[in-house]
């Protein structure tokens, strides 16, 4: 069965309201934090209960366990022959997830190349026999997007800086990536819609504390 077969309909689900204190904020959201050592654990998948190490950064703030598995359970547990891009990868927690659920390819985008090195080191301690395509790059997301091929993808994953209002910016990027009923999902600390000419449809949505996280569908 294709990714594009095993994808929800275009019709739009209940609206989950998932709670969650402000301190479960996601990605690099609300306001800047400077942790000392840190972990990503994934929470399904052939890498489940792996344990990820998360670079010091300010800001940086992985999305939570809690919010990660509703989104997976949201697109099913099994990604194979799914195209991905995590555009804002910081800890790679997304791209990660849908790695370990077997999709066949993960590009994961992030501007500071000390994260991205983390990201790879933490790629190959996983996956020791080189048997799951994850590409890092270190590029800004959004020029990265406006270069991609169009209708590309299956799965966008956007988690941008909540500080510098990319939210729509964002969108419109990575809408056009797309293929027809592919999906986009997107953390912000409110809910953003996106222009109707994006031929976005609204599936899926939830909320952890200070962060809205919501699941767009590709109409045509």
Do not use: C
């Not at 990503?40 to 598995?69: F, Q, Y």
């Not at 991905?84 to 992030?110: C, I, K, W």
């Not at 270190?138 to 020029?143: E, F, G, K, R, S």
């Amino acid at each position: 069965m294709t990714a594009q077969e095993r994808r929800p309909s275009g019709a739009r689900g209940k609206a989950s309201q998932d709670q969650k204190s402000p301190g479960g904020a996601s990605g690099r959201s609300a306001a800047p934090a400077v942790r000392g050592s840190s972990e990503v654990r994934i929470v399904g998948g052939a890498w489940k209960r792996s344990k990820l190490p998360v670079a010091n950064k300010p800001g940086l703030r992985p999305t939570p366990d809690r919010v990660r598995e509703t989104l997976f359970n949201w697109l099913g547990q099994d990604l194979a022959g799914w195209r991905v891009l995590d555009a804002f990868a910081g800890s790679g927690a997304l791209g990660f997830e849908a790695a370990s659920r077997g999709a066949a390819q993960v590009t994961l985008l992030e501007r500071d190349p000390s994260l991205a090195a983390q990201l790879r080191a933490n790629h190959q301690r996983l996956d020791k026999d080189g048997t799951v395509p994850m590409r890092v790059e270190v590029a800004d997301a959004l020029a990265w997007m406006g270069r991609a091929a169009p209708a590309s993808l299956d799965l966008v994953l956007l988690d941008p800086p909540f500080a510098q209002d990319l939210f729509q910016a964002a969108l419109r990027a990575a809408s056009r990536l797309l293929v027809p009923n592919g999906l986009l999902y997107l953390e912000s600390p409110a809910p953003v819609e996106p222009p109707a000419e994006l031929g976005l449809s609204l599936w899926r949505e939830g909320r952890a504390g200070a962060v809205h996280y919501r699941l767009f569908q590709r109409i045509g």
